[in-house]
């Protein structure tokens, strides 16, 4: 079995650079993850058996790839802290940004069947932020219902609803953009 860090190890190099220099910027960080999540996941590499990619969450894997690079220690502490879960950035909505909605609006649904109905600013928020919103999931459970113990709806929608005014509007203007422009030319319908 490879490991994932030996297999990417040129994706990882290619934005070392980047990442390190993100110092503070958690918006850019997180679209330099992004970025490198999905050049891994999309690649025929990923999908070949002997390659072992990290089970959970891909960002806290990559993160703790980049952990050794970082030269500033009060950067590689706050790093240190979002992986094992003990800062707020690592589920709350306030790690949400207007310019992290503007660096992800293009990540529209490939699948046509997607475009069925029009998209709401809050299914925007929930495709964009599918990871964010799972770890705050896993962080808040409701555990006021047993029968609600499976059901992530009503934790999703207090999730959206502690989000600045500012992203939620620029949420509802990615919602316009994406019903304006349909699915892309080369979906297929599924």
């Given at each position: 079995?490879?490991?994932?860090?030996?297999?990417?190890?040129?994706?990882?190099?290619?934005?070392?650079?980047?990442?390190?220099?993100?110092?503070?910027?958690?918006?850019?960080?997180?679209?330099?993850?992004k970025s490198?999540?999905?050049?891994?996941?999309?690649?025929?590499?990923a999908k070949?058996?002997?390659?072992?990619?990290?089970?959970?969450?891909?960002?806290?894997?990559?993160?703790?790839?980049?952990?050794?690079?970082?030269?500033?220690?009060?950067?590689?502490?706050?790093?240190?802290?979002?992986?094992?879960?003990?800062?707020?950035?690592?589920?709350?909505?306030?790690?949400?940004?207007?310019?992290?909605?503007?660096?992800?609006?293009?990540?529209?649904?490939?699948?046509?069947?997607?475009?069925?109905?029009?998209?709401?600013?809050?299914?925007?928020?929930?495709?964009?932020?599918?990871?964010?919103?799972?770890?705050?999931?896993?962080?808040?459970?409701?555990?006021?219902?047993?029968?609600?113990?499976?059901?992530?709806?009503?934790?999703?929608?207090?999730?959206?609803?502690?989000?600045?005014?500012?992203?939620?509007?620029?949420?509802?203007?990615?919602?316009?953009?994406?019903?304006?422009?349909?699915?892309?030319?080369?979906?297929?319908?599924?």
């Amino acid at each position: 079995m490879a490991d994932w860090t030996q297999v990417f190890k040129g994706v990882l190099d290619g934005h070392k650079v980047a990442y390190v220099s993100a110092k503070g910027n958690s918006a850019k960080r997180a679209t330099i993850l992004k970025s490198i999540k999905d050049t891994i996941v999309e690649s025929d590499q990923a999908k070949h058996p002997s390659t072992m990619l990290p089970d959970n969450n891909f960002w806290k894997a990559i993160r703790t790839y980049y952990l050794q690079f970082l030269e500033n220690d009060e950067d590689r502490d706050l790093e240190q802290k979002i992986i094992e879960g003990g800062h707020k950035l690592t589920s709350g909505p306030g790690i949400v940004t207007v310019d992290m909605v503007r660096d992800r609006k293009d990540d529209k649904p490939l699948d046509a069947g997607a475009y069925k109905t029009e998209f709401s600013a809050f299914l925007v928020a929930q495709k964009l932020f599918k990871e964010e919103i799972g770890d705050y999931d896993k962080k808040h459970p409701d555990t006021s219902d047993l029968k609600s113990m499976g059901t992530r709806t009503k934790l999703v929608r207090s999730w959206y609803n502690a989000l600045s005014p500012e992203v939620l509007e620029e949420l509802r203007l990615v919602a316009e953009k994406w019903n304006q422009e349909g699915a892309p030319s080369d979906a297929k319908e599924r």
